[in-house]
């Protein structure tokens, strides 16, 4: 028979803490791997607008579509899941630009492509939550 025993309200708190500190940890973990996991994404983009770039219309707009469109809907839905609320903006703003044109003349292109090197950009500096004044000026530039 144990000498000293805790009162069951006391085990249950300790017990809730632990839980909650290994999610957190757990979700500052995914944080901080969220770029690693995502970058190669972002290179086949870089790729895939390359690849574009030596294409006429309309084949360069499917090219564009089929490549980056899945992609770019995938970022949309991780970033802010992963504490990257900017990287969210980012891809959807590249997400509805895409989806809106049809045709990638030279303006377009460079949108697109300036887009995908904004998202690289937030990513290797690991730009988290809303970027502050550096978020507020992407997403000013993207407006």
Request: overall charge positive; charged content about 25%; some cysteine.
């Amino acid at each position: 028979m144990p000498v000293f025993k805790l009162p069951n309200n006391l085990k249950e708190n300790k017990k809730h803490s632990s839980k909650e500190q290994i999610e957190a940890e757990a979700q500052a973990d995914l944080a901080r791997a969220f770029p690693m996991m995502v970058c190669g994404e972002v290179q086949t983009m870089r790729l895939a607008l390359n690849e574009a770039r030596n294409l006429s219309n309309p084949h360069r707009a499917e090219h564009i579509h089929s490549r980056l469109l899945p992609i770019a809907m995938r970022l949309k839905n991780q970033g802010a899941v992963f504490g990257y609320p900017l990287v969210t903006d980012v891809a959807s703003h590249l997400y509805n630009y895409i989806q809106s044109h049809k045709i990638f003349n030279k303006i377009e292109f460079e949108s697109v492509y300036n887009d995908v090197l904004t998202l690289q950009n937030i990513l290797w500096k690991r730009i988290s939550g809303d970027g502050g004044e550096e978020g507020r000026r992407i997403l000013n530039q993207l407006i």
